[in-house]
C-alpha cells in the first residue's frame, strides 16, 4: 500500500487559506501521510504557500474536482467542452503550482445528476478532452485518475468496466482509474472482482463507508476489498472519505446529498479511520499469509 490519506472536508470546508493550512496540520498529526483537496483556484489561495507547508510537513497533495455542467467535456455543445478543456488545463497548472502529484474525481463530465443518457458524440468529446489533458499534465508530476462514480452523480463512469473501455479509447497508458468503495457498493455487482479487473490502471483508492460516516457502520464487506487490494499488489495511495454537513461544503453537499451530520466530531472519525484501515489491511496481510502455508 502506498501513502495512507484523509480528504480535507474531513478538517475545512475550503473556504480560507487558514482552513486548508489546518487541515494540512491535521493530517500530519493524525498520521496520515497525504491529503485530498478540491479545487483550489489559484487566484483565491496562496498555493506556494500551501505547497511548502505540505513539504514541511511530509505531507503529500492530491486534489480532486467535477466540473460544472457549463464546463461539461461529456457534452455535445462545443463551448461547453471547450470551456471544461480550458478548467481541466488550469486544474493540472494548480496541482502542478501546489506541488501536488494527482488530479482525480469527475474530470470527464459534469457532477451532477444527469436527465438523460451519454450521447456516443459526447462521449467521444470527453475521451478526447481527458487524453488532452494527460497530454498536458505529461511531464508536471501530476497524474490524472478518473472517479468512476453512482449514477446520481455523473452518467458517463459508473462501473469498473466502462472505466476501462474509456482508458483505452484514450490511447494512454498514463491515465487511471480512481475507485471509490462508496460508489462501487452502489453500482458494482462485485466490487472486489471490480478491483481485480482494474488491475494495475487503479490508480487511486477512496475507502468511505456504505453511509458516508464511520467505517464499520454500514454494509461494505471490507475483507473483501482488502484481499482485492493485496491481490493486485496495489501500491499507490489509500484516502480516507467521509462527509458530513458539519464541515463540507455548500457546493459538494448539493451536488453529494449531503443532508445530515454522519458525524459532528472530526478528530475522532480521523484516528477511527486510520486505525480501521491499517487494522483491515493488517488482518487481509495476515490471511494471504495464513493460505499461502503448506
Given at each position: 500500500?502506498?501513502?495512507?490519506?484523509?480528504?480535507?472536508?474531513?478538517?475545512?470546508?475550503?473556504?480560507?487559506?487558514?482552513?486548508?493550512?489546518?487541515?494540512?496540520?491535521?493530517?500530519?498529526?493524525?498520521?496520515?501521510?497525504?491529503?485530498?483537496?478540491?479545487?483550489?483556484?489559484?487566484?483565491?489561495?496562496?498555493?506556494?504557500?500551501?505547497?511548502?507547508?505540505?513539504?514541511?510537513?511530509?505531507?503529500?497533495?492530491?486534489?480532486?474536482?467535477?466540473?460544472?455542467?457549463?464546463?461539461?467535456?461529456?457534452?455535445?455543445?462545443?463551448?461547453?467542452?471547450?470551456?471544461?478543456?480550458?478548467?481541466?488545463?488550469?486544474?493540472?497548472?494548480?496541482?502542478?503550482?501546489?506541488?501536488?502529484?494527482?488530479?482525480?474525481?469527475?474530470?470527464?463530465?459534469?457532477?451532477?445528476?444527469?436527465?438523460?443518457?451519454?450521447?456516443?458524440?459526447?462521449?467521444?468529446?470527453?475521451?478526447?478532452?481527458?487524453?488532452?489533458?494527460?497530454?498536458?499534465?505529461?511531464?508536471?508530476?501530476v497524474d490524472i485518475v478518473l472517479e468512476v462514480v453512482n449514477r446520481f452523480e455523473?452518467?458517463?463512469?459508473?462501473?469498473?468496466?466502462?472505466?476501462?473501455?474509456?482508458?483505452?479509447?484514450?490511447?494512454?497508458?498514463?491515465?487511471?482509474?480512481?475507485?471509490?468503495?462508496?460508489?462501487?457498493?452502489?453500482?458494482?455487482?462485485?466490487?472486489?472482482?471490480?478491483?481485480?479487473?482494474?488491475?494495475?490502471?487503479?490508480?487511486?483508492?477512496?475507502?468511505?463507508?456504505?453511509?458516508?460516516?464511520?467505517?464499520?457502520?454500514?454494509?461494505?464487506?471490507?475483507?473483501?476489498?482488502?484481499?482485492?487490494?493485496?491481490?493486485?499488489?496495489?501500491?499507490?495511495?489509500?484516502?480516507?472519505?467521509?462527509?458530513?454537513?458539519?464541515?463540507?461544503?455548500?457546493?459538494?453537499?448539493?451536488?453529494?446529498?449531503?443532508?445530515?451530520?454522519?458525524?459532528?466530531?472530526?478528530?475522532?472519525?480521523?484516528?477511527?479511520?486510520?486505525?480501521?484501515?491499517?487494522?483491515?489491511?493488517?488482518?487481509?496481510?495476515?490471511?494471504?499469509?495464513?493460505?499461502?502455508?503448506?
Amino acid at each position: 500500500m502506498g501513502r495512507l490519506g484523509i480528504h480535507s472536508f474531513v478538517w475545512t470546508n475550503g473556504k480560507t487559506q487558514e482552513g486548508l493550512e489546518r487541515a494540512l496540520e491535521k493530517t500530519a498529526e493524525h498520521g496520515f501521510r497525504t491529503i485530498e483537496f478540491a479545487y483550489l483556484k489559484p487566484e483565491l489561495f496562496d498555493l506556494d504557500r500551501l505547497a511548502k507547508k505540505a513539504q514541511a510537513l511530509d505531507v503529500e497533495i492530491g486534489v480532486t474536482m467535477g466540473l460544472p455542467p457549463e464546463k461539461d467535456v461529456s457534452s455535445t455543445e462545443p463551448d461547453r467542452v471547450a470551456a471544461g478543456k480550458a478548467m481541466l488545463a488550469d486544474a493540472v497548472r494548480a496541482v502542478r503550482d501546489i506541488g501536488g502529484n494527482k488530479l482525480g474525481g469527475i474530470l470527464y463530465s459534469a457532477h451532477m445528476k444527469y436527465d438523460d443518457p451519454p450521447m456516443p458524440d459526447g462521449w467521444k468529446n470527453s475521451v478526447e478532452a481527458i487524453a488532452e489533458t494527460a497530454e498536458l499534465a505529461k511531464g508536471t508530476g501530476v497524474d490524472i485518475v478518473l472517479e468512476v462514480v453512482n449514477r446520481f452523480e455523473t452518467n458517463l463512469l459508473n462501473t469498473t468496466a466502462q472505466g476501462m473501455k474509456f482508458l483505452d479509447e484514450t490511447g494512454r497508458d498514463d491515465v487511471r482509474l480512481h475507485l471509490d468503495t462508496f460508489h462501487m457498493n452502489i453500482e458494482e455487482a462485485n466490487p472486489a472482482a471490480a478491483i481485480r479487473l482494474a488491475g494495475d490502471r487503479l490508480g487511486y483508492f477512496h475507502i468511505g463507508e456504505s453511509n458516508r460516516g464511520y467505517l464499520g457502520d454500514g454494509v461494505i464487506n471490507f475483507d473483501l476489498i482488502f484481499d482485492a487490494l493485496l491481490d493486485i499488489g496495489y501500491q499507490r495511495d489509500i484516502v480516507f472519505e467521509s462527509f458530513s454537513t458539519a464541515v463540507v461544503d455548500e457546493a459538494l453537499t448539493r451536488a453529494c446529498a449531503i443532508w445530515r451530520d454522519t458525524w459532528i466530531e472530526n478528530d475522532p472519525l480521523a484516528i477511527h479511520g486510520r486505525d480501521y484501515i491499517r487494522l483491515k489491511m493488517d488482518e487481509a496481510q495476515r490471511r494471504r499469509a495464513t493460505n499461502a502455508r503448506p
